[in-house]
């Protein structure tokens, strides 16, 4: 079983929709919970961070994180074409620990 | 320049060639890190430096040599590699692998291509 599962997509979705991507994980320890998201021939760019359950808001972005099941979420609202990208889902146990990755999903938001 | 600069952006390479990837830090960051992106697979950590030693090797073939010669530059020199080397290679850094989260940066990337 991979540490961190992430459905490759591709997800296409039209313009204005809510977009929701996930990830399941494994390791009970992981506490940090990140988002990337990289734009084709770009390096991941990091677009938010949450500690241990909860959700948190930035702009149009929702990150949620249940650690019960497992499993985290970002929302996107109002969807823009220029979300369209892939979306790395990240996490680590803490401090200096390593930072395991998702595959990515890619998304693609039709105008 | 400003963030995580790396150089060549693209790259191709016999299996026989020496080259090296450069990558430098604008942001005063303490860690670096060698990620591998390929098709497909999450990404691959292969070094981690923090305060220019080496701390995490993740059993990278020696074909894959690392240098950090100060806490701004990162060097990933490559000799004798496979096809199956042919990646995307990324830079990170980080301010503080002892704190928390570890929130990486990541430059451009280098797209390796071996013939």
């Known amino acids: 079983q991979k540490e961190v599962e992430q459905d490759p997509g591709p997800l296409s979705v039209p313009e204005g929709a809510i977009v929701s991507l996930n990830c399941t994980y494994s390791n009970s320890a992981f506490q940090y919970f990140m988002w990337y998201r990289q734009y084709s021939r770009k390096g991941p760019e990091l677009l938010m961070y949450?500690?241990?359950?909860g959700n948190k808001e930035d702009g149009r972005f929702t990150a949620q994180v249940d650690k019960s099941s497992k499993y985290i979420s970002l929302f996107i609202r109002d969807s823009q074409p220029s979300d369209s990208a892939t979306y790395l889902c990240?996490?680590?146990?803490?401090?200096?620990?390593?930072?395991?990755f998702g595959t990515g999903t890619k998304l693609q938001v039709i105008p | 320049e400003t963030g995580v600069t790396q150089t060549p952006r693209h790259l191709v390479m016999g299996m026989t060639n020496k080259k090296s990837l450069k990558c430098e830090q604008h942001?005063?960051?303490?860690?670096m890190y060698w990620y591998k992106q390929s098709a497909k697979k999450p990404l691959e950590l292969m070094f981690v430096?923090?305060?220019?030693?080496?701390?995490e090797n993740n059993s990278v073939p020696s074909r894959f040599s690392p240098e950090c010669p100060n806490s701004s530059h990162l060097f990933l020199h490559l000799h004798t590699l496979q096809p199956e080397d042919s990646a995307l290679y990324l830079c990170a850094s980080s301010q503080d692998p002892a704190g928390a989260p570890d929130t990486q940066y990541f430059g451009p990337g280098t797209r390796l291509t071996v013939l």
């Open positions: 990240a996490m680590n146990s803490g401090g200096y620990q390593k930072v395991t």
């Open positions: 949450t500690y241990s359950s």
């Open positions: 430096y923090s305060l220019e030693e080496r701390v």
């Open positions: 942001l005063g960051h303490n860690a």
